[in-house]
């Protein structure tokens, strides 16, 4: 099992960069990947469309992909658009 760190701020402004480096290391891995949120600062609802691009990269390449310490931020945006289940 793999365990990637994201770290600093997850807003509209950071996103894309950040994005951009997770999808180029999971395009390497098998198995299952853990994405730890727990040293992430800030988050907007990119936050949550950065976590769901990643999930759907990672189903088509096979990959099991999970979420740790997602921010209370995040959860309650998920919950707030109805896709909480994704953040399990």
Known sequence: MTEIAVEGDLLFSTVVAKRDALLKQLQSLQGICRLNFAAVDRVDSSALSLWLCCL???QKRGLTLEII???????????????????H
């Open 69 to 87: 310490n997602p921010p209370d931020d995040l959860r309650s945006i998920a919950q707030l658009v109805g896709v909480d289940e994704q953040l």
């Open 56 to 58: 759907r990269y990672a």
